[in-house]
């Protein structure tokens, strides 16, 4: 049934199903579109100077283990399956490199509990999440109980490649000059 929702001719509402769990995300507000946006800007640059992967975002249907939907915002797939993105499916997606998720109050729970276990116990090598609210990127890897906090500057080093540097306060900036919002 899940299946037959995902393939209307329309975005939203975006559905999600992890262990058995229906997801039902509402469109977005502006800024978080606005932040995702960014993000997939920032590492398609780096990534086409490293080689690395490919930055994409949703709506997409990733199916990293049998039985389950996932739409992260942004994700980074690897190379071996980049080499082929001409005539990738989502259904070829079976590994990420990154998932990073805009945090918004409907999804708080999801993706700071439910999402985070899903993507660090299926093969994602790191998960992010960017809150708007509190001007912090907050990253995980496989067998991090807490995560590490970025204010200031957070720096993604895939595959021993050069670091992607991010300026937390700039990248945040940025998005409150597009929304008009005044730093507090």
């Keep these: 049934m899940l299946r037959a929702l995902t393939h209307e001719d329309r975005a939203w509402p975006r559905y999600e199903l992890i262990d058995g769990e229906l997801l039902v995300t509402p469109s977005p507000r502006l800024a978080h579109q606005l932040a995702a946006i960014e993000l997939c800007r ?24 049998p039985g389950t939907i996932t739409q992260p915002d942004v994700f980074v797939i690897p190379p071996h399956t980049a080499l082929h993105a001409d005539r990738l499916e989502w ?13 918004s109050p409907s999804s708080w729970r999801s993706d700071r509990v439910l999402k985070r276990d899903f993507y660090l116990e299926n093969g994602v090598k790191e998960y992010w999440i960017v809150d708007l609210e509190a001007r912090v990127f907050a990253c995980w890897k ?19 490649h050069t670091d ?8 945040f900036g940025r998005i409150d000059s597009k929304t008009g919002r005044r730093e507090m």
């Excluded at 259904?91 to 945090?103: C, Q």
């Excluded at 992607?164 to 990248?171: H, S, T």
């Design 42 to 65: 920032m590492l398609d640059e780096y990534l086409a100077k490293s080689s690395v992967g490919l930055a994409l975002m949703s709506p997409s249907d990733l199916e990293l283990r």
């Design 164 to 171: 992607l540097e991010i300026c937390v306060r700039d990248f």
């Design 142 to 160: 496989p067998g991090q109980g807490t995560p590490a906090l970025h204010h200031d500057v957070l720096a993604w080093a895939p595959a021993e």
């Design 91 to 103: 259904s070829d997606v079976r590994a990420l490199l990154l998932a990073i998720e805009v945090i």
